[in-house]
Each structure stands twice: as structure tokens, then as C-alpha cells.
């Protein structure tokens, strides 16, 4: 427009802000601007940005699993979680290189587990049980935003792909080699899913929320 202001990309109840257009015509992808309003400090504007950008349209949410419970995956199993543990393992270091770090549990998977279970004095089995799930998600430490990493692509790869958050302003892509960033909308959707299952919602992924997120059932 002629006075500037935001660029939404979306339809309607799932808006995500773009940019903005200043009144001189450039676009800026960076600041979060609604409208003649700039914010600096997203987080601790997340609740207002929401619900003007987004329409306050969170996704549903399933309960998790009850504290100590995980799924088991073998060779020839697929799904996301498979994806969330091939980061967790490539944060570790334990990938094959030239490996995939798509959904699958080939056998590459196997011998990546098999290496990180043995590195760590684990039962050698290869196959992804709660005591492997436990040691990763605890190795990963606390996330926070302004991590990086391939612990951070795991957890957006849980928001992302799992429960539908739109993560692409923080360069979210499926099944990238990079390490993820923990920006604003990771901070937020983070947040937004620790208030849907009951945890304390300070937007940072311990072992807790990590729990939460491999247990929480896919949304179709």
C-alpha cells in the first residue's frame, strides 16, 4: 500500500505474516510488523501476535503418553518419530555418513543406533526402545530460541510434521540435512504446545516437553 505495512501469505484462520512493505516501497521479511506496530520482542508479544496474525488457530492436539512410556521402532518401520530419532542421533554425531534423514528406519538406521547404543553402554539391539529414546532426549540438554542444531530440526520436525505448526519463518524445511534454528516461531509453537498437554509453557524443550512430543499422537 501506499503508507506500507504487512504482507500475509496464508488463507483464511491460518495467516502467517511475510513481511513488511515500508511506506518507501522496500520489503523487509525480518521485522514482525502488524499493521504500523513493529515488535522487537516477539516472545513476549506471541499471545497478541496469534491472535491478530493468526487468528488465535492453534492445532489439536492429542494427549501424550503417561511419563516413562515411548514407542519401540524396528528396522522397516516409518513414521516421524523414526525422523526425530535420526536427529537426535545425527546431533550425537552417530549418523552414517551420506545417511538420509528422512522417516524411514532402514538399515543404516540400525547401524547408527547400534553405534550410539554401545557408545553410551546401552543393550546393542538396534532397535529404538525407551531407554535409547531416554538417553537422547537427555543428551539433547535444554533447547531454547537461538539453538541450533540437529536437536532443534528434531524438535520442529515434531512441531512441523506431527502436529502442523508452520515453521518456515524460522527456515524450517522436511527432511533437511541442516541443523534447525530455534527462532520466534519455534519459541511460540513450543509454547502453544506445552499449554495443550499441561506443561509449564516457557517455550524451551527439556525432557519433558521431548517426551511429549514423540508420545503425542500424529494429527491427521
Known sequence: TDSGGPVLRGEEGAWELAGVISRDGDFD????????TVFT??????????????GGAA???GDP???????????GEMGW???????LLADEGSLKPGEVLDDRFDEATVESLMDY???TDLKVTGVLDTRSWEF?????GTLSQGDEGHAVAAVQTALAEKLGYDLGADGYETHTAEPGTFGPSTHAAVESFQEQVGLDADG?????TFHALVTVPENP
Open 29 to 36: 521479511e525480518n521485522p514482525l510488523c502488524v499493521g504500523p
Open 59 to 61: 492445532p489439536p492436539i
Open 41 to 54: 520482542d516477539t516472545v513476549a508479544h506471541a499471545d497478541w501476535i496469534d491472535d491478530t496474525v493468526h
Open 81 to 87: 518419530n523414526v525422523a526425530i530419532a535420526k536427529y
Open 204 to 208: 524451551q524443550v527439556g525432557p519433558a
Open 117 to 119: 547404543q554401545q557408545g
Open 65 to 75: 503418553a503417561e511419563p516413562g512410556t515411548w514407542p519401540e521402532y524396528r528396522q
Open 136 to 140: 537422547l532426549t537427555e543428551e539433547a
